[in-house]
């Protein structure tokens, strides 16, 4: 039997970031390579992020999601 989840490495990583899909903005703390898969007879894996938002809690997120999130100069009136 095989691990179920790797570390894998990401030039984000402890970095502020924004999750695409919903818009959640955290500090990515890991990137980990995971058997998805409910089925004993095949594996499924998936690259997910692990971003921990304001509020201490951490949610995930596919890698592809993931993009550096920068803050926005403030507007001149």
């Known amino acids: 039997m095989s691990e179920q989840y790797e570390y894998v490495p990401h030039r984000l990583l402890r970095r502020r970031v ?4 919903s ?4 500090e990515l703390m890991a990137v980990i390579n995971e058997d998805v898969s409910d089925c004993p007879t095949y594996e499924r894996w998936m690259e997910l992020a692990y971003i921990r938002g304001a509020s201490g809690r951490e949610f995930t997120t596919a890698v592809e999601n993931v993009v550096a999130a920068y803050d926005q100069p403030a507007r001149r009136t």
């Open 18 to 21: 924004r999750d695409l899909a």
């Open 23 to 26: 818009g959640t903005e955290g």
